[in-house]
């Protein structure tokens, strides 16, 4: 069975930082480019960014570009996604994904910023 388990969210003042974990199991890992999405209350879910499978590459969603950062190891089977300079617009469930729609994404894990 595929399972991807999200971390790491927290409420967090404006101007924090978080660092969200995602463990990967059931597929390889290592061969799929993975995604973050994210999902606000009574918005739709929006793309986040992604890495490809060596983590060589990634490419983010103009509202996060140069304050986030995704990572991932393979060897953990693990993608990661550092979350600086958090605004109260980044209030969200964040979800890691197979694929950047998030058909095929985990349960989530919650980051509220507020201060």
């Known amino acids: 069975e595929e399972q991807l388990v999200e971390s790491g969210g927290a409420l967090v003042q404006p101007g924090g930082s978080l660092r969200l974990s995602c463990v990967a199991s059931?597929?390889?890992?290592?061969?799929?480019?993975m995604h973050w999405v994210r999902q606000a209350p009574g918005k739709e879910l929006e793309w986040v960014s992604q890495?490809?499978?060596?983590?060589?590459?990634?490419t983010y969603a103009d509202s996060v570009k140069g304050r986030f950062t995704i990572s991932r190891d393979n060897d953990k089977n693990t993608l990661y996604l550092q979350l600086n300079s958090l605004k109260t617009e980044d209030t969200a469930m964040y979800y890691c994904?197979?694929?950047?729609?998030?058909?095929?994404r985990g349960q989530g894990t919650q980051v509220t910023v507020s201060s």
């Open positions: 994904a197979k694929d950047r729609q998030g058909v095929a």
């Open positions: 059931g597929f390889p890992f290592s061969r799929f480019t």
């Open positions: 890495t490809n499978s060596y983590g060589t590459w990634s």
